[in-house]
Each structure stands twice: as C-alpha cells, then as structure tokens.
C-alpha cells in the first residue's frame, strides 16, 4: 500500500481482517443547538451494498457531506480506502464518486457535455470518456437525450445523468443519497442493474434511504441511524435479527413503536364533523 495509506488490521497475529471501504471515528457535526451528528463510528466493509437507513432528521446527509469531503466535521475522522478525509483529500476524491441530495448540475450543458466536463476533470483521456460515456448514456437508457441541456430533464434523468457522472471515473467506493427518490420503477430498475453490476466487481456502494423495502432488497450490509447516532451496524440478517423485516427492527431500534399514529387526531375525517 502506498502513499501512507493505513493498513489492514492484524487481527491476533495470523488472520488479517479485510480493510474497511471507509471507516468513521467520533464523527460529529452541530449546528447552533442541533446536535446533527453526535460522534458516530462506522466501519464500512469493501465490496459491499450498504444502506445508510433513518427517519427525517437522523443525521444521514450530513454524514454522508461528512465522509464524503464536502462538509467539514467539528470532531472525528474518516478514512476511505485508507485515506484521511480531509489530510490527503486528492486521494480520496480520486477514490469516490458522489451523487449528493439536491444534486446542483451545470444544467446548461447537454447530458453528453455534462459527462465529457466531470471526465476531463477527473483527468480522463478524451477517447475513455467518450467511449464511457456512450455506454453509461446507452444503458441509463439516456441517449436519446443525451443533446438535450440538462435543465430540460426530469428528476429521473438528473438522477441518471449525475450517477453517470459520478461512475465515469470507475471509483472505488460510490456514494449516493437518497438515490431513488422521484425515479419511475423502471428508471429503479436501471439504477439498480448498473449498481449491482458495479459492486459484483468489488466496488463498494453506500447509499442513504428511509425506504426500508428497497434498502432490505438491494443491501448486504446496513447501519441504521437515529437523532444523530448509530443505532446498529451489521450484515442485513444481524440489524434485523429476530424481527420478520428490516421494518419492523428498524422501527424497534428508533424507538418508534407504540407512537402516537393520529388517534389524538379526532376532528379529522368524515365521522367527526
Ligand atoms: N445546514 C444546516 N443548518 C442547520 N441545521 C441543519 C443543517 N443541516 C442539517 N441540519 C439539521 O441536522 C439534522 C440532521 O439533518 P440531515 O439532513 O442530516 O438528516 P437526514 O437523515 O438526511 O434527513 P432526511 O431523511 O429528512 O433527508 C436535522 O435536525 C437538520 O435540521
């Protein structure tokens, strides 16, 4: 491993653990009196489809801003592939691809100028960007639009055209939040195809959702968050445990059981009136 990248764990002596995609010590973030994240540690294995899962309001996207090199920490550590954050930012933007909340694109220029702009930024050879270009446009099932600026999308498409931009550069670990919001099903079911391909060949993908039916469908490995800290880390089949679906042990572990569903809400509906 090279420049000063941190190692592997040795783990009693023989057995080498696989290293951590990306790895959070004492995370935290406030804003005025809001704690948003309260000194979270997460451990991220390679490889792997994780789902950051949490009501509104837990802290994921300021997390992920966190982890991600766009939003500053008051306190703690990340590293990614075994780089600081925020001591050696060029490796690790080299490393990742990000598709943020409210994703702000340079929408006056086309779907294909879009991907040819992130790719010569990234340093890519003219030719490799446009070569994976057409074929993340092709299989985005984007390339009828691909001359189309892109203030003039939909919201799936600006989904699509800002995961292409964020995979051009084929990076180690993807990160995307709330990826699905405001997609059609089918435009899910692309997502979701390019997406798993990309982790068979050992790239990792984290993404946040409070949709628990698609995170227990597409994730291996789940943390689950809650008014700012981390409420269980693990495989699928260790945060659910003995619960029947990812649901109903995610709302045991947030502690929404038994709320108040509306009872207190009489004088609503027709029967009261
Ligand atoms: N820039 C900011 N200024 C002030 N408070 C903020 C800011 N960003 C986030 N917060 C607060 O931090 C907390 C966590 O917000 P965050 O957006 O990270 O949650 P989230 O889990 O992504 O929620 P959602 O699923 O609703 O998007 C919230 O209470 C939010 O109001």
Not at 32 to 57: M, R, S, W, Y
Request: charged share 20%.
């Amino acid at each position: 491993m090279s420049d000063g990248a941190v190692g592997p764990e040795e783990a009693g002596g023989a057995h080498i653990a696989p290293p951590a995609a990306v790895r959070v010590e004492g995370l935290w973030k406030r804003f005025g009196e809001q704690i948003a994240v309260a000194g979270i540690d997460l451990e991220l294995p390679a490889g792997k489809f994780i789902g950051l899962v949490g009501p509104n309001g837990a802290g994921k996207t300021t997390t992920l801003s966190m982890v991600t090199g766009l939003l500053r920490p008051d306190a703690g550590k990340v590293l990614v592939g075994g780089h600081d954050v925020w001591q050696d930012p060029v490796a690790v933007k080299a490393r990742i691809g990000v598709l943020p909340e409210g994703l702000r694109l340079f929408d006056r220029l086309s779907g294909r100028e879009l991907l040819a702009y992130s790719g010569r930024l990234r340093g890519l050879p003219g030719d490799v960007v446009d070569r994976r270009a057409t074929q993340l446009l092709d299989v985005l099932d984007l390339a009828g639009a691909q001359h189309k600026l892109v203030v003039d999308y939909s919201t799936g498409m600006r989904k699509k055209i800002g995961l292409a931009a964020a995979l051009l550069h084929n990076p180690e670990v993807l990160f995307l939040d709330e990826p699905f919001e405001g997609v059609d099903p089918v435009s899910a079911q692309t997502i979701r195809g390019v997406l798993e391909r990309y982790t068979v060949s050992g790239a990792t993908v984290v993404f946040s959702s409070h949709v628990m039916e698609l995170v227990e469908s597409l994730c291996d490995w789940v943390a689950v968050m809650a008014a700012g800290r981390i409420r269980a880390q693990g495989t699928l089949a260790e945060v659910r445990g003995d619960a029947p679906t990812l649901q109903s042990a995610f709302l045991e572990l947030v502690g929404a059981n038994g709320r108040d569903s509306g009872e207190s809400l009489d004088w609503l509906g027709g029967g009261a009136r």
